[in-house]
């Protein structure tokens, strides 16, 4: 009789059901988790970014299961990485040595180490292919034959660095606190709002960042000083050793973009920073990311705090998208009872309304006559 | 392949010494490292938690959502559990030691063996008069509720009564305003005084309170205009009860409508009773 409710638990295994059934079709061959690794590099590493866990094998396994539902598979991964012992904290990330695939700047036309322009989408011709590319075993190099590969390439913000032209933290954290093992609090220092920013949502950060630019923000312009991808070392120190060991490799995307800064009474006219940092290949989100990083940093600059962009609880409450997509999906559990409390209330306040306004409406009905 | 109740044991000691501060401090937000659960935010992931930091091999569980064990997400939490706990769950009120719940406070009453955790979507109660947690917490430590106070002011001057639902927001042992989690204001009297420890989590924001046992819990209101719960003059189309909240169904296009318990377990008990008389 009350059918609205029994039920339930048959139409969800149906409901689970069907998600698998509707992709799979037996003239067609399942996509295997080593082609997603291979082909869709950037779905990879934004879910693994987002999902804060390196491992593509992971990461291609929640994009397969996801049916290529982003948002869902950095849940999945999400989900799956508090299920890992965390062992320790490695040291902090030396992006100066680094196996650079790219690496450009928009402020220096040379720079010491050179522009390595590496694989990009900017300059394609957005058009697409109605034939199948055909499969190459060709290999481009990242660099001629005859180039000299670097393996440390200086900081273009360090060439600014030394002329005193660069806004410096003179707090130096070398504590940094873990946003994954205590709950935020606000004011929520800048070591917390990075670490936020880095798993949080590429078009969220991109929209701020793209608001910040275009007037809900500082009137200054902000450059890229540095785009930078590459394999970097992750190293930790083991307690048995007590000294520092290499345990491999992760590919990163770093960027830092300056902009002026008049200067105030304390400070003199210089650059002011922000600082980004991505798993894998991802330059639209580290790009905001260090915008939003130099928008939150209003305070060290003495500017007002009156956009979004620059609200430290705006952007890091509403930043990541497991919070966000699960609450706003939430919307579509049950909500009877809460309903039902506000559907008295409003008869309730009808029937009020009702002998207010029903004694007035005689009342004109007569003056009118 | 995964730990008790799913949370590794670190993430469980870090839950219990919160609970065992919000305890100690009845109705404070107690910040806490929340983690993701395999479940969404919003959908009980801070109920979940505290549920897998307390419950025991011995322990039985009732999941309960808009009142009903049947409720689609209730159904999905207690599977969760029997799944990663292989615990005993039951849908019988007065069997369950712990009773997680979604918007409801059981009709039947409950005692001293028994935790309800409540699921809590905002925990903060002046969240919408004051969206920064910065501020507000700085409000709860200096007690300065006149905000909450303006607002059902302006509430009354306007309506000419307070028009507040569902989560209705409370003074727990005459210090802390708490919000009770969106259950509606004709749950909030069985907070008061009560037998059984209360529970609240809320994973996206990352907050644990706690009402403990024999707590004074006091709606706001003014001594003018004093706290009142909505009264139903139906009575349950299922088993005639007039006692518990009562939901409406549509049941046919032109609008007809039913009412029945939202307290599932509720309903069938006082069916049995009631075939028991006839017989």
């Known amino acids: 009789m009350y059918v609205a409710v029994k039920g339930g638990e048959k139409a969800i295994e149906n409901a689970h059901r069907l998600l698998e059934e509707s992709i799979s079709d037996p003239e067609i061959k399942p996509v295997e988790e080593d082609q997603i690794k291979l082909q869709f590099p950037y779905a990879i590493d934004r879910i693994m970014a987002e999902g804060s866990l390196y491992d593509k094998d992971i990461a291609s396994k929640a994009f397969k299961k996801a049916q290529g539902d982003i948002v869902e598979a950095v849940f999945l991964v999400r989900a799956f990485r508090n299920t890992i012992k965390k062992l320790g904290y490695t040291r902090p990330l030396d992006t100066e040595k680094i196996d ?26 957005r058009l697409i292919d109605f034939e199948d590319s055909e499969i190459s075993d060709k290999k481009t190099d990242y660099f001629e034959q005859n180039d000299e590969i670097q393996k440390t390439f200086p900081r273009v913000t360090e060439f600014l660095k030394n002329e005193s032209l660069l806004f410096t933290d003179p707090y130096k954290n070398n504590n940094p606190k ?80 300056v902009d002026s800064f008049k200067g105030t009474n304390e400070k003199p006219p210089q650059f002011a920073s922000g600082y980004g940092l991505s798993f894998g290949k991802n330059e639209r989100k580290a790009m905001s990311m260090a915008i939003i990083d130099r928008a939150m940093r209003f305070d060290e600059f003495c500017e007002e705090n009156k956009y979004p962009s620059q609200n430290h609880e705006f952007v890091i409450s509403h930043c990541d998208n497991v919070e966000a997509s699960g609450f706003v ?23 009020k309304h009702e002998n207010k306004f029903f004694h007035q409406d005689t009342n004109e009905v007569k003056s009118n006559v | 392949m995964y730990n008790f109740a799913y949370l590794d044991e670190n993430s469980k000691k870090m839950i219990r010494q919160s609970i ?28 979940i938690q505290l549920t897998s930091s307390i419950i025991g091999p011995d322990d039985v569980l009732k999941v309960i959502d808009q009142g009903s064990d049947d409720t689609t997400n209730a159904v999905s939490i207690r599977k969760f559990f029997k799944k990663t706990a292989d615990i005993k769950v039951t849908t019988c009120t007065k069997e369950a030691t712990i009773i997680q719940t979604r918007h409801r406070i059981p009709e039947q009453k409950l005692n001293e063996n028994q935790i309800v955790v409540y699921q809590v979507p905002i925990p903060e109660p002046m969240q919408f008069i004051e969206p920064s947690k910065e501020k507000t917490e700085k409000y709860h ?139």
């Open chain 2, 141 to 279: 430590a200096l007690e300065e509720y006149g905000s909450m106070y303006v607002k059902i002011y302006e509430d009354i001057a306007l309506n000419s009564e307070i028009t507040t639902a569902f989560d209705y927001p409370v003074f727990v042992n005459k210090r802390y305003l708490m919000s009770p989690s969106p259950i509606p204001r004709y749950d909030n009297p069985k907070m008061h005084m009560a037998e059984f420890l209360q529970l609240f989590g809320a994973g996206r924001e990352k907050r644990i309170y706690a009402v403990p046992p024999y707590t004074q819990v006091k709606s706001l209101d003014f001594n003018d205009y004093p706290f009142f719960v909505e009264s139903f003059d139906k009575k349950c189309e299922i088993c005639g009860s007039s006692l518990g909240f009562l939901d409406e169904i549509i049941t046919d296009d032109s609008g007809t409508r039913m009412y029945v318990c939202s307290d599932s377990d509720f309903c069938r008990k006082n069916l049995e009773i009631n075939n028991g008389t006839n017989n």
């Open chain 2, 20 to 47: 065992l501060k919000a305890v100690a401090i009845p109705g404070f937000q107690v910040p806490f490292a929340g983690r993701e659960m395999p479940l969404p935010y919003g959908w009980g992931t801070g109920g």
């Open chain 1, 178 to 257: 873990d946003i994954t093992n205590q709950s935020l609090e606000f004011p929520v220092s800048r070591d917390m709002r990075l670490q936020a920013a880095a798993r949080g949502d590429e078009g969220f950060l991109l929209s701020l960042a793209y608001s910040y630019q275009r007037g809900f923000g500082a009137d200054s312009h902000p450059f890229a000083a540095e785009i930078r991808t590459g394999d970097v070392d992750i190293k930790i120190i083991p307690d048995e050793l007590g000294f520092e060991i290499t345990i491999g490799k992760i590919e990163v995307t770093e960027v830092v973009m």
């Open chain 1, 329 to 351: 999906s939430h919307l579509k559990l049950p909500h009877y009872v809460d309903f039902q409390s506000e559907l008295l209330s409003l008869k309730r306040l009808r029937q």
């Open chain 1, 100 to 125: 650079i695939k790219r690496r450009i700047s928009a402020v220096y036309k040379d720079i010491p180490g050179g522009q390595i322009l590496g694989k990009t989408f900017d300059y394609t011709h």
